[in-house]
Structures are given as structure tokens and as C-alpha cells.
T-cell receptor, first 109, second 114 residues
Framework: GIQVEQSPPDLILQEGANSTLRCNFSDSVNNLQWFHQNPWGQLINLFY???GTKQNGRLSATTVATERYSLLYISSSQTTDSGVYFCAVDDTGGFKTIFGAGTRLFVKA | DVKVTQSSRYLVKRTGEKVFLECVQD?????MFWYRQDPGLGLRLIYFSYDVKMKEKGDIPEGYSVSREKKERFSLILESASTNQTSMYLC?????????????FGPGTRLTVT
């Protein structure tokens, strides 16, 4: 099956700093999503991005499907950005989503 | 906005009890999923359903069963709870329309089996 690797595993930022999170996947995918899991455990949708680039406020994401990676950019980080960021991919038409291990982000005030 | 709700945020049960976790979505999604999340193991798929009364095993179905009698509701059943089923349980739903399979998650249920 598809392997999903996220890097870095842990990241500590000073408030206001920028960061890039990476997701590598081992095979072609139909879907790719980025999620933020907040301290209460809720998974919040950030981007649905099987290819191309999207932006939402301070966050943006780029997926280069032909090279099998996706990047999540966080600019001007805030303490509320803390949590775990997951990349999830699927190659089965939406029935078998594979999650990466996540990047744990802590933003210091 | 898509809304996925789960019946409990926190649940404490005893070993051997039958446990029901309920999930309801309000967006007429065809697909529904149950995952469990454990430290160091990430999210693992237990079961999914692509239609009413249809179910498919995920990666770790042992010790669990599911029920989908109505499109909006997907239940996870622990027939005889054991301590190794202490975990965070997450429900999700998605649509298959337009080829967009974006999944939406509920708030999760933290289950402790003592």
C-alpha cells in the first residue's frame, strides 16, 4: 500500500515565524488532504489538494502530484496554530485513506 | 458547513460491557468511517460504509462491529469491551459526488475501558 511520510516530526516556533511542513507519498493518489488536530482532538480540514496550490489566510498548500509530495506553509504563526498536522492520501476512490504520522507543532508566545 | 457529531466526548466502561458509539452526519454523505487513534500508531481505519446496510472492514476490525441502518447514522459496537480498546475514536464522512472525496471528522470520543 501507499506509504506516507511527514517531516519534520516535531517543530517548535516562535510566534510570528513561518514554517513549511512536508508530506511525501510513495505512489499516485486521487486525494490528498491536510488536517489540523487541535488540543481537544478535533480534526479540522485545512485543504483538499490532490494537485496544485491553494491558499486560505495565513495557510497555503502545494501538491506536486508527479513528484509525489505536498507542502503546507504556515506564515506568521500564532499560538493557536499549535497542534498536530496530518497529511492523508487515498488511491482507492475515497474508501481507504492513509494518514501520515503527523507533524507536532508548538508555537511559543 | 458539514457537521459530524458523535454521541459522547468521554466514555468510561468496564471490561466485558457492550459499548455503542454513535455518529451522525447532516450532509447526506454516502461514505462513513470509524477510526481509532493511539499514540505512536496514528489513525487506523476500523470499518467504513459506502451505503445504507453496507459495510467493509478496515485495517483493524477485530473486536468491533458496525451498523448503518440509516444514511446519516453509523454506529460502532464493541461487543465485549477490553482494556486494549481504550482509545480515541473518530468518525468521519465523505461524499462521492464530483469525484471529491474530502473527509469530515466528528469531535471524537475518548473511551476508557477499566
Amino acid at each position: 500500500g501507499i506509504q506516507v511520510e511527514q517531516s519534520p516530526p516535531d517543530l517548535i516556533l516562535q510566534e510570528g515565524a513561518n514554517s513549511t511542513l512536508r508530506c511525501n507519498f510513495s505512489d499516485s493518489v486521487n486525494n490528498l488532504q491536510w488536517f489540523h488536530q487541535n488540543p481537544w482532538g478535533q480534526l479540522i480540514n485545512l485543504f483538499y489538494i490532490p494537485s496544485g496550490t491553494k491558499q486560505n489566510g495565513r495557510l497555503s498548500a502545494t501538491t506536486v502530484a508527479t513528484e509525489r509530495y505536498s507542502l503546507l506553509y504556515i506564515s506568521s504563526s500564532q499560538t493557536t496554530d499549535s497542534g498536530v498536522y496530518f497529511c492523508a492520501v487515498d488511491d482507492t476512490g475515497g474508501f481507504k485513506t492513509i494518514f501520515g504520522a503527523g507533524t507536532r507543532l508548538f508555537v511559543k508566545a | 458547513d458539514v457537521k459530524v457529531t458523535q454521541s459522547s466526548r468521554y466514555l468510561v466502561k468496564r471490561t466485558g460491557e457492550k459499548v455503542f458509539l454513535e455518529c451522525v452526519q447532516d450532509m447526506d454523505h454516502e461514505n462513513m468511517f470509524w477510526y481509532r487513534q493511539d499514540p505512536g500508531l496514528g489513525l487506523r481505519l476500523i470499518y467504513f460504509s459506502y451505503d445504507v446496510k453496507m459495510k467493509e472492514k478496515g485495517d483493524i476490525p477485530e473486536g468491533y462491529s458496525v451498523s448503518r441502518e440509516k444514511k446519516e447514522r453509523f454506529s460502532l459496537i464493541l461487543e465485549s469491551a477490553s482494556t486494549n480498546q481504550t482509545s480515541m475514536y473518530l468518525c468521519a464522512s465523505s461524499s462521492i459526488s464530483d469525484g471529491n472525496y474530502e473527509q469530515y471528522f466528528g469531535p471524537g470520543t475518548r473511551l476508557t475501558v477499566t
